[in-house]
C-alpha cells in the first residue's frame, strides 16, 4: 500500500468519524446547555483551527490564525459545516499530490512562532494524530453527558465503509 493510498484511507476515516462526532454534539446541544457541551465545542473548534493552519502550511500559504485556542468558538452548525468542509478538502487535496510531493520537506512557523520543518507525509499523519486525540476528549465528555459517544475507531470505519472486502474467509 502506497502512502498515498494509506492517508486517503486515514483522511476518509476521519471525515466519518468527524460526521459522527457533529451528529452526536448536535443531539446534546438540542438538549443540553452544559459547560461540558461547550468545552466540547471549543476543542472541536481547536482541531479545526489546526486542521486549517496545516492546510496553509501545505499550500506554502500563510493562514489567518493569532492563535489555536480563541476566545470565543464558532456557534455550534457553522463548525460543524466547517468541519466538514475542511475533511473534504483534506481528502482532495492528497488524492492530487504524486510520491514527491508527499515526500517533499516545507519550512514553515509553528502557532508559537517557532520554526518548523516537516514532509507533507508528517504534516498529514499529524493532522490525524491530533484529530484522533481530540475527538476521544470530545468522546469523553459526551460519555459523562449521555453514557455513550460516537463510534470511533478505524477498524470500524473500514468493517463499516467495505464489508464485503472485510468479511473473514470461511
Not at 465545542?41 to 499550500?59: K, P, W
Not at 463548525?79 to 481528502?91: M, S
Amino acid at each position: 500500500m502506497s502512502a498515498q493510498t494509506l492517508l486517503l484511507s486515514l483522511f476518509r476515516y476521519k471525515a466519518w468519524a468527524d460526521e459522527g462526532l457533529t451528529a452526536g454534539l448536535t443531539a446534546v446541544g438540542e438538549r443540553s446547555a452544559h459547560a461540558e457541551f461547550r468545552t466540547a465545542i471549543r476543542i472541536l473548534n481547536h482541531a479545526h483551527i489546526v486542521d486549517r493552519i496545516f492546510a496553509a502550511n501545505l499550500q506554502l500559504t500563510p493562514h489567518a490564525y493569532a492563535a489555536t485556542d480563541p476566545d470565543e468558538a464558532p456557534k455550534p452548525d457553522s463548525l460543524f459545516k466547517a468541519v466538514k468542509k475542511t475533511d473534504q478538502w483534506y481528502i482532495g487535496y492528497i488524492a492530487r499530490l504524486d510520491e514527491a510531493e508527499l515526500a517533499a520537506m516545507i519550512e514553515f512557523p509553528f502557532s508559537d512562532g517557532m520554526p518548523g520543518r516537516m514532509s507533507r507525509e508528517e504534516m498529514l499523519g499529524h493532522i490525524i494524530a491530533h484529530g484522533g486525540y481530540h475527538r476521544g476528549e470530545i468522546g469523553r465528555i459526551m460519555t459523562q453527558l449521555t453514557r455513550s459517544s460516537p463510534r470511533d475507531t478505524f477498524t470500524g470505519y473500514l468493517h463499516e465503509t467495505e464489508p464485503a472486502r472485510r468479511e473473514r474467509m470461511r
